[in-house]
């Protein structure tokens, strides 16, 4: 397990709210976060990093996701898993980001549950120790906020992860 956490990359961010662009991912802002985004999975990648975990949340998550795997279609080696916190992740989200949801769960190499419960903030703090605990690597859309995502990025300091910050 040791050596595939050397090689395991996980993602950590805000969710739309907290995003300048909110859920509107169009525009100058989105678009250049993306692309930052992008090259640092492909960093990563060029540092030998072949596994990646989303959280699979509104946002950051699902856009790293959609990142992974648009850069799989080339790279067949690449792998994502999509870490859910509790069966109803999805409980309240739009027709659209449900099925956004869907598809990325549909093309992941590995869909994890970590709790069989309903959704309660203790089971994205699990999802949250569980993708750093696996991870020797943190990609975090972070805007300098209190917040899961922050804690998250203490998690990952703490356990010694490296963590690399992209400012949305």
Not at 3 to 30: I, M, N, Q, Y
Not at 76 to 82: A, M, N, S, V, Y
Not at 90 to 102: A, M
Request: with cysteine; aromatic share 8%; proline share 3%.
């Amino acid at each position: 397990m040791e050596d595939k956490k050397a090689k395991t990359c996980c993602f950590t961010g805000h969710r739309p709210v907290a995003l300048p662009w909110k859920s509107k991912e169009t525009g100058v802002e989105f678009v250049i976060f993306k692309h930052r985004l992008r090259l640092a999975v492909e960093k990563a990648i060029d540092e030998g990093y072949r596994y990646f975990i989303t959280g699979m949340a509104q946002g950051v998550d699902i856009i790293a996701a959609e990142v992974v795997l648009d850069i799989k279609r080339d790279n067949p080696e690449i792998k994502l898993e999509c870490a859910i916190p509790c069966k109803n992740q999805f409980n309240g989200w739009s027709k659209v980001n449900c099925l956004r949801y869907e598809d990325i769960l549909k093309r992941a190499d590995v869909v994890t549950y970590i709790t069989e419960e309903e959704y309660t903030d203790g089971c994205m703090k699990l999802r949250n120790e569980y993708m750093v605990k696996n991870s020797s690597l943190v990609i975090a859309g972070f805007n300098g906020k209190v917040g899961g995502t922050k804690q998250t990025i203490g998690l990952a300091y703490k356990s010694g992860a490296r963590v690399v910050i992209i400012e949305p």
